[in-house]
């Protein structure tokens, strides 16, 4: 059974809970905002809406141009994100090159650039 408090399960789909990849990556509140909303889109039943949250934070984080680096961890980023469709594996994957390099605009461009791709396409599937 779900714990619908302290570990949802739209939180819960891959290998790894969200809460931790966000932790082991020291992702700031931006980032792991849009890290959560990106890994609970699938699962939690306002697709669209999760994917604009992501963008709208990592657009943020972006504005910020903040230098903060993360520590290495034992977590693998494809273990965590396997789950996830395709495109949102591959924000996942920027997010975190982008913790790991600081190359802040231009993979954060990148990384919106997927989302609302992902977005246009659920909109013209409905």
């Not at 809460?19 to 889109?41: L, P, S």
């Not at 965590?80 to 993979?107: C, M, Q, W």
Request: with cysteine; proline share 2%; hydrophobic share 35%.
């Amino acid at each position: 059974m779900s714990d619908a408090v302290n570990h949802p399960s739209h939180y819960n789909q891959g290998a790894i809970e969200v809460i931790d990849f966000i932790e082991d990556r020291g992702f700031n509140f931006n980032v792991g905002n849009a890290v959560k909303y990106i890994c609970r889109a699938p699962y939690k039943g306002k697709y669209v809406e999760d994917l604009q949250k992501a963008v709208f934070y990592l657009k943020r984080q972006r504005e910020l141009n903040s230098k903060k680096k993360h520590k290495i961890g034992h977590l693998d980023v494809y273990d965590f994100a396997k789950h996830l469709p395709e495109r949102l594996r591959i924000v996942i994957f920027i997010i975190d090159d982008i913790s790991i390099t600081n190359k802040i605009g231009r993979y954060y461009d990148m990384a919106i650039e997927n989302l609302q791709e992902e977005i246009k396409i659920v909109q013209e599937d409905k």
